[in-house]
């Protein structure tokens, strides 16, 4: 086993340490206090943030990465009281008790996790017999898992610990090593894996093939975008399975069984599981897609997640900046019609929206182009994946060409692509392609019952005096919240196009916009105060609100003057959850008071109290076993000695 220093443990690693630092205290559902007032709207409704926390974390000196740590939930909930007629907040956190937790916890050995780090993954200096030996020890303990003596068999290698949603009945987490995770609201305990078909701990389900379906390669067709799609207008659930081999990338739809009013039927009304999709360079970490009501894409960007790069003596993770960006669009129905676009390259982990428009030629002689466009927040480099490790971003092994060369940014960017394949000069263009502003951009969210529309508005997170690709050893902390009119800069950059790949409509930096008086300024920023910092916002609509931004955006926010001189959170440090007005970008309308602090986490969602009401029956919810005693006959303690030794030798 490992030793580390104190040196080593104080120093900490910089997402591992201060508030990104994990928490191991569970919360039930407790009572808030707050000051402002709650708008009716929320009234029965809950938000929840998921986010790694890794259980085992005794070993900080250890290889670490953001993306790594076991999910936890982390949800305000609105209670009405009809008694006095109000609303009350109550908070609750929970482990989400996937196969990897469970494992964890009646491990008395463990003191780091059982997954190798992204960290060990993407490092360069990772010698191929050091990430030989993780991933050996990571299947010696699966196996483990499945012996006498195990209390939590390892059937799935999913943490669960990226983002969140809702479809037909049922809140789900997710992470790309696996299939969804059922959670029951508003107290947050686990329920089991939905496999797109049946859920596990719901009356009379049977765990049948579903998403992966069966053969050799079925586990790793069942792992699935932490990041699906649900149409407004359909219910229809969209995902997509990346694997190792080819055709790398396969695409589900699952229709929703509940009838609604709001919801339109399906014009195709099937469901469809791991439909391969053709024309996939290789093995990449694509952590997102876009989806308009017609339309799918897909992206084959120069990020590559793939074991055998080792082969090859590269990182499992691998960027190459000499290579292309290349997206695939379909009909949403038919992944075998996909055509592909290039362009240069970049990293996209997060698109904003999507959707479909027509473009008529000047000549009435030549057909209308159809058009498919995405808002995404690209960055130039791959930075953020090596600083989010606290590692350095490798120097390119090979020269950019020159016309691809481009500052370290990340900016919400504009693509537009051109479909009418009748007209040779459009083949396969990309018509436009320029960012919207010059401001950081990330974890974009908009109005749900406007995805996959021209929507007029994109919320999203800023950063000052840096970019998302923070520097070494220093983490990203979110200081500004922005809402940005997607529409009028859209227009604005049709009307004076800026130049393609490196342009930008709206040049000014953040200070300059903060400096604005313009009440019609297509950029607001909500900064946050000196030394305060926020989370990913999510938009929670007004009752018949007039306007598409009528409504508010919540965020949870930590005071870092909590800190102590180490830079470490005291005991009683506590978050906020505050409620902003999304039209104003100014009020901040309540602000609730929580009993601890909320680690900064990654993605959130806001369930309506119709969500919490129409969730599907739960025969039985995931719990912790009890451990096993110290009795047994010789044989038996013989080999539970001897399986601890190997578990210590391990770690």
């Not at 994990?22 to 929320?42: D, H, K, M, N, S």
């Not at 695409?251 to 999709?277: A, D, F, M």
């Not at 950063?463 to 500004?480: C, E």
């Not at 604005?516 to 018949?544: C, H, L, T």
């Amino acid at each position: 086993m490992q030793d580390f220093t104190s040196q080593q443990k104080r120093l900490g690693h910089p997402y591992l340490s201060g508030n990104f630092a994990p928490i191991q205290q569970e919360v039930r559902l407790t009572l808030c206090a707050y000051t402002g007032v709650i708008p009716e709207e929320f009234a029965g409704g809950e938000y929840v943030r998921n986010g790694g926390n890794p259980v085992t974390n005794e070993a900080l000196g250890r290889d670490a990465h953001w993306f790594d740590g076991d999910g936890m939930l982390t949800g305000v909930s609105f209670a009405r009281n009809e008694e006095k007629d109000s609303i009350q907040p109550h908070f609750v956190n929970q482990y989400i008790l996937t196969d990897l937790f469970l494992s964890s916890k009646t491990s008395s050995s463990l003191k780091t996790p059982i997954l190798p780090s992204i960290a060990t993954l993407v490092n360069p200096a990772s010698s191929l017999v050091a990430i030989i030996l993780r991933i050996l020890r990571t299947n010696i303990l699966v196996i483990l898992s499945h012996l006498p003596g195990s209390q939590a068999a390892i059937k799935r290698i999913s943490v669960a610990n990226t983002a969140i949603y809702y479809h037909d009945g049922r809140a789900l987490a997710t992470c790309e090593s696996g299939p969804p995770m059922r959670f029951s609201l508003p107290g947050l305990e686990t329920i089991g894996w939905f496999n797109g078909k049946t859920n596990e701990g719901e009356p009379g389900s049977q765990m049948n093939s579903g998403f992966g379906g069966r053969g050799l390669l079925s586990f790793m067709k069942e792992w699935t975008t932490a990041h699906p799609r649900i149409d407004p207008n359909t219910s229809e659930l969209l995902l997509y399975h990346s694997t190792f081999v080819p055709p790398y990338v396969y695409y589900s739809i699952v229709q929703s069984t509940s009838k609604s009013s709001k919801h339109t039927e399906s014009p195709n009304g099937r469901r469809l599981l791991n439909v391969p999709v053709p024309g996939m360079s290789g093995a990449k970490m694509m952590h997102d897609f876009g989806v308009s009501r017609n339309h799918t894409i897909i992206m084959d960007l120069p990020l590559s997640l793939d074991p055998f790069n080792l082969a090859k003596n590269k990182p499992v993770v691998a960027y190459d900046p000499t290579s292309r960006s290349r997206f695939g669009i379909f009909p949403r129905y038919a992944p075998q019609d996909i055509f592909w676009f290039e362009t240069n390259p970049c990293c996209i982990f997060h698109t904003a929206n999507s959707w479909d428009s027509v473009v008529a030629e000047s000549s009435s002689d030549l057909p209308e182009t159809e058009m498919v466009n995405m808002l995404v927040c690209r960055l130039t480099s791959a930075s953020l994946v090596f600083s989010a490790g606290n590692l350095a971003a490798p120097m390119p092994v090979q020269d950019i060409p020159a016309d691809e060369r481009e500052e370290e940014q990340c900016r919400l960017y504009y693509y537009q692509f051109a479909l009418n394949q009748s007209t040779t000069d459009r083949r396969n263009k990309i018509t436009h392609q320029w960012s919207l502003s010059a401001i950081p951009f990330e974890f974009p969210s908009l109005r749900d019952s406007v995805s996959m529309s021209a929507a007029k508005y994109v919320y999203g997170c800023s950063v000052s005096g840096t970019s998302f690709g923070a520097a070494l050893g220093r983490a990203v902390k979110i200081n500004a919240l922005v809402k940005v009119d997607v529409e009028t800069l859209i227009r604005i950059g049709m009307q004076n196009t800026p130049n393609q790949i490196i342009g930008c409509v709206d040049k000014r930096c953040l200070p300059e916009i903060l400096a604005s008086n313009d009440p019609n300024d297509p950029i607001k920023v909500f900064q946050m105060p000196g030394g305060w910092y926020a989370q990913e916002p999510r938009f929670v609509p007004r009752a018949d609100g007039k306007s598409e931004d009528d409504g508010w955006i919540l965020s949870y926010v930590f005071d870092e003057s909590q800190l102590a001189d180490d830079g470490e959170c005291r005991p009683d440090s506590k978050s906020e959850l505050w409620i902003i007005d999304a039209r104003n970008m100014r009020d901040v309308v309540a602000k609730v008071r929580l009993p601890q602090r909320v680690s900064y986490g990654l993605h959130g969602n806001w369930f309506s109290e119709e969500d919490v009401q129409r969730q599907r029956p739960v025969e039985k919810v995931r719990m912790l076993p009890k451990l096993y005693g110290k009795g047994g006959s010789p044989v038996w303690q013989m080999w539970m000695w001897t399986r601890k030794a190997i578990e210590e030798w391990l770690h």
